[in-house]
């Protein structure tokens, strides 16, 4: 569109110089004949209408909606019909009618092709946007903790449950370390539903957030790797 818009833009306003001449020129020949002849008068608006579309083509050129594009085609269409109809004598104004009927059309198609692009380019990135949209889970960030020491929340609860006499005081490491300890599964228990490197990676997680020390983890990964 741009490059079109440029190109008969240019081209436009160059012939609308000549088409002004040759008007003139018709209209001496229709006043010197006496009968009333129309071809100046009707080069002179073809004229005017070529100025007026190539300025705002050049004008419009970089707009991505389609600005000013209706009114260039009605005011090519306006043209054409003056020129194909009023040309009299003056032969080359058919010429002229054809040029602006030809930048018309070609608006008129690339303003819709334009158009369709722009819609199917917004849709798509609505459909991106949705599909990039995940619905939040609080829990996703935390850790899978074996059965025994785990929340309400499943086996991605919270560390603190007092109804499970697991960790009774949150506050209190101490309390959190003697609630490892004292967890009411055996290491035989747990083994039965999750795997030993899975439940080794469960100690060191707990390691790692200070509820048990060093050699605590130590003696449940011995046990669990006999």
Not at 44 to 60: E, F
Not at 177 to 188: E, I, M, W
Request: charged content about 15%; some cysteine; hydrophobic content about 40%.
């Amino acid at each position: 569109m741009k490059i079109w818009k440029t190109f008969s833009g240019i081209i436009s306003i160059l012939v609308f110089g000549f088409v002004v001449f040759q008007s003139c020129a018709a209209k001496m020949v229709d006043d010197y004949q006496g009968k009333g002849g129309t071809a100046g008068v009707a080069g002179m608006l073809v004229a005017i209408v070529l100025l007026i579309c190539g300025a705002l083509s050049i004008s419009t050129r970089s707009s991505t909606k389609g600005a000013g594009d209706l009114s260039i085609v009605i005011l090519y269409v306006i043209a054409a019909i003056v020129g194909y109809t009023k040309h009299g004598f003056y032969k080359d104004l058919i010429v002229w009618a054809t040029w602006c009927l030809i930048c018309a059309v070609v608006v008129f198609v690339l303003d819709i092709v334009q158009t369709v692009n722009r819609y199917t380019q917004k849709n798509q990135i609505n459909n991106q946007n949705n599909m990039n949209q995940v619905p939040y889970n609080r829990n996703q960030n935390l850790p899978n903790f074996p059965p025994g020491i785990q929340g309400n929340q499943g086996n991605q609860g919270n560390l603190v449950n007092p109804q499970n006499n697991v960790f009774p005081n949150q506050n209190s490491s101490s309390n959190l370390q003697s609630g490892v300890l004292s967890n009411q599964y055996t290491t035989q228990n747990v083994q039965s539903s999750v795997s030993s490197i899975e439940l080794i990676k469960k100690y060191k997680e707990l390691l790692d957030m200070g509820a048990i020390t060093q050699e605590e983890f130590d003696k449940k990964k011995q046990e669990l790797l006999k």
